[in-house]
T-cell receptor
Framework: EPEVTQTPSHQVTQMGQEVILRCVPI?????FYWYRQILGQKVEFLVS????????KSEIFDDQFSVERPDGSNFTLKIRSTKLEDSAMYFC?????????????FGPGTRLLVL | SQQGEEDPQALSIQEGENATMNCSYK?????LQWYRQNSGRGLVHLIL?????REKHSGRLRVTLDTSKKSSSLLITASRAADTASYFC??????????FGAGTILRVKS
């Protein structure tokens, strides 16, 4: 069964450094998402992406964040200058369509620790 | 906020018993989904119920939706130790983002 994959599974970085989190969505899916979950808290929406542009973003997704689909398979989340509070599990998800009623399939996550 | 909120926050049962988790939300929705998360792992999609549906089954899972009360329940029958996980409801009333609740931590003792 097709799966969303994410790399790396764990990333440790120093505050102020840039990190790029990578995702390979399910191949025939058109909508892509990033969510994050701070330890012990709810899963929070960051951004959705369709047709090579952001379709929606949350207030968490400020100027330090960016997303890109550099080729036909990868979908990346870049955090330009990491802060301690960026430490979280980051999940990528994809769906076949972006309309209501579409299941979003999640990857296993990247655990980011900012020191 | 249209957040889903689950209760109870934690539930501990014996293997073989049924587990019921509830979710409430605040605004109109198009659908509601339930996900499972094993400790520190990814989110696994369990079931999606549309706003015009009242009940849905998938294996040992039964989900109900009451849009008049803005609530949903997830029933896991004949629970197993492997069902131990956190369970989240997620709604998508606006746009295509999912809004998750805080989750119910289920522990099934063998």
């Amino acid at each position: 069964e097709p799966e969303v994959t994410q790399t790396p599974s764990h990333q440790v970085t120093q505050m102020g450094q840039e990190v790029i989190l990578r995702c390979v969505p399910i191949s025939n899916h058109l909508y892509f998402y990033w969510y994050r979950q701070i330890l012990g808290q709810k899963v929070e929406f960051l951004v959705s992406f369709y047709n090579n542009e952001i379709s929606e973003k949350s207030e968490i997704f400020d100027d330090q964040f960016s997303v890109e689909r550099p080729d036909g398979s990868n979908f990346t989340l870049k955090i330009r200058s990491t802060k301690l509070e960026d430490s979280a599990m980051y999940f990528c998800a994809s769906s076949e369509e972006g309309t209501w009623g579409e299941t979003q399939y999640f990857g296993p996550g990247t655990r980011l620790l900012v020191l | 906020s249209q957040q889903g909120e689950e209760d109870p926050q934690a539930l501990s049962i014996q293997e073989g018993e049924n587990a019921t988790m509830n979710c409430s939300y605040k605004t109109s929705i198009n659908n509601l989904q339930w996900y499972r998360q094993n400790s520190g792992r990814g989110l696994v999609h369990l079931i999606l119920i549309r706003s015009n549906e009242r009940e849905k089954h998938s294996g040992r899972l039964r989900v109900t939706l009451d849009t008049s009360k803005k609530s949903s329940s997830l029933l896991i029958t004949a629970s197993r130790a492997a069902d131990t996980a956190s369970y989240f409801c997620a709604t998508d009333g606006y746009g295509n983002k999912l809004v998750f609740g805080a989750g119910t931590i289920l522990r099934v003792k063998s």
